[in-house]
């Protein structure tokens, strides 16, 4: 059986996310995802399908109705994969974004945001030139 891309899972978690559809993100994600959001409206780590679940329910009344666009995707190697874009609020940029994931058997196993872009990125040594 062929894997899809691993930029495909990446694309649909956070298209996912933008219709806040928990369903499918623990769907996405590998049992033992282990998953750091931005620090947004909801706090901290979150490992496992229980931990998608929580962050889910923690966004809650405290977004600010965020969506991420997403500019680019970058496979970095076989099972990592950099997204590219910017946190969007009403449709309007309000700051970089960026998010490093690791796909493995086509689920999301790790994943990490930032409000960074390819540059810092870059300088930080989590994406090649």
Same mark, same amino acid.
């Given at each position: 059986? &062929?894997?899809? =891309?691993?930029? @495909? =899972?990446?694309?649909?978690?956070?298209?996912?996310?933008? &219709? +806040?559809d928990t369903?499918?993100?623990?769907?996405?994600?590998d049992p &033992?995802?282990?998953?750091? =959001?931005?620090? !947004? %409206?909801?706090?901290?780590?979150?490992?496992?399908?229980?931990? !998608?679940?929580?962050?889910? &329910?923690? #966004?809650g009344a @405290?977004?600010?109705?965020?969506?991420?666009?997403? @500019?680019?995707? +970058?496979?970095?190697?076989?099972?990592?994969?950099?997204?590219?874009?910017?946190?969007?609020?009403?449709?309007? =940029?309000? %700051?970089?974004? %960026?998010? !490093?994931?690791?796909?493995?058997?086509?689920?999301? #196993?790790?994943? +990490?945001?930032?409000? %960074? @872009?390819?540059?810092?990125?870059?300088?930080?040594?989590? #994406?090649?030139?």
């Open positions: 059986m &062929e894997l899809e =891309p691993p930029h @495909d =899972p990446v694309r649909r978690w956070v298209a996912a996310f933008n &219709e +806040r369903l499918t993100l623990v769907a996405l994600a &033992e995802v282990d998953w750091y =959001p931005l620090q !947004i %409206s909801a706090h901290g780590h979150f490992k496992g399908h229980d931990g !998608i679940r929580r962050w889910m &329910e923690e #966004l @405290d977004d600010p109705d965020h969506r991420v666009r997403v @500019d680019s995707v +970058r496979t970095l190697a076989p099972d990592r994969v950099a997204l590219l874009g910017a946190i969007c609020v009403d449709d309007n =940029p309000v %700051s970089p974004y %960026s998010l !490093i994931a690791v796909v493995r058997d086509g689920k999301v #196993l790790t994943a +990490r945001s930032y409000l %960074s @872009d390819a540059d810092t990125l870059l300088r930080l040594g989590l #994406l090649d030139g």
